[in-house]
T-cell receptor, first 118, second 114 residues
C-alpha cells in the first residue's frame, strides 16, 4: 500500500531556532500534501495544503511566515517552523491523497513528528 | 462548510463486548466519510471509508461503520472488542475528490479492559 514517511520523528530545539520537517510519499507521486498539527487534547488541525510547484494554501489563523511550506517535487513537501517558540511544541503530521487510478480514495498519513521547543 | 462531531470524549468497554464510537457530520452535497485510528505517538491509520453504495461498510481489524443519511451519522462499530483496540479514533468527512481536505472530529479515546 501507499506509504508516507516523515523525518525526523522527534526533534528538540532551542527557542528561536528553525526546524525543518520532511514529508515524503515513498511509492507514489503527490501533487498535493496536507500538514496537520495535533494538540495535546488530541484534536487534529489542518494547517495548510501543500501544492507541488505553487504556493501553499494556509488555513485561517495559521501564520504563513512562521510555518513555511515548500513542495519542491512530486514526492517531497517540507514544513519549516521558523523562530520556534515553546508554544510551537506539538505533534505535526503530514498526509498525501491516494491516487484514484490505484483504486484508492483516501489520504495516507505519515507517522508524525514530535517537536519540542525548549 | 463541513464539520464532524464526535460527542464522546472517551468510550469504555469490556473485552468481548460490542463497541460503538459515535460520529455525526455536516456537509453540503454527498459526503465522503472516513474512520482513522491513532496509537500513541503514531500517525493515523486508515480503518474504513464510505463513498457510495452499501450503507454498512466493513474495514480493517473487524471494524465496521454504518452510514445513515437521515441521521447524518457514521458510527463505528465492532461486535467484540479487544484490549488491543484501545486507541484514539477519528471520524473525518470530505466533500469532493481525493485531493480535497479532510475535516476531522475531535477524536474519541477507546479504552478496552479485561
Amino acid at each position: 500500500g501507499a506509504v508516507v514517511s516523515q523525518h525526523p520523528s522527534r526533534v528538540i530545539c532551542k527557542s528561536g531556532t528553525s526546524v525543518k520537517i520532511e514529508c515524503r510519499s515513498l511509492d507514489f507521486q503527490a501533487t498535493t500534501m496536507f500538514w496537520y498539527r495535533q494538540f495535546p487534547k488530541k484534536s487534529l488541525m489542518l494547517m495548510a495544503t501543500s501544492n507541488e510547484g505553487s504556493k501553499a494554501t494556509y488555513e485561517q489563523g495559521v501564520e504563513k511566515d512562521k510555518f513555511l511550506i515548500n513542495h519542491a517535487s512530486l514526492t517531497l513537501s517540507t514544513l519549516t517552523v521558523t523562530s520556534a517558540h515553546p508554544e510551537d511544541s506539538s505533534f505535526y503530521i503530514c498526509s498525501a491523497p491516494g491516487l484514484a487510478g490505484r483504486g484508492t480514495d483516501t489520504q495516507y498519513f505519515g507517522p508524525g513528528t514530535r517537536l519540542t521547543v525548549l | 462548510a463541513q464539520s464532524v462531531a464526535q460527542p464522546e470524549d472517551q468510550v469504555n468497554v469490556a473485552e468481548g463486548n460490542p463497541l460503538t464510537v459515535k460520529c455525526t457530520y455536516s456537509v453540503s452535497g454527498n459526503p465522503y466519510l472516513f474512520w482513522y485510528v491513532q496509537y500513541p505517538n503514531r500517525g493515523l491509520q486508515f480503518l474504513l471509508k464510505y463513498i457510495t453504495g452499501d450503507n454498512l461498510v466493513k474495514g480493517s481489524y473487524g471494524f465496521e461503520a454504518e452510514f445513515n443519511k437521515s441521521q447524518t451519522s457514521f458510527h463505528l462499530k465492532k461486535p467484540s472488542a479487544l484490549v488491543s483496540d484501545s486507541a484514539l479514533y477519528f471520524c473525518a468527512v470530505r466533500q469532493g475528490g481525493t485531493a480535497s481536505k479532510l475535516t476531522f472530529g475531535t477524536g474519541t479515546r477507546l479504552q478496552v479492559t479485561l
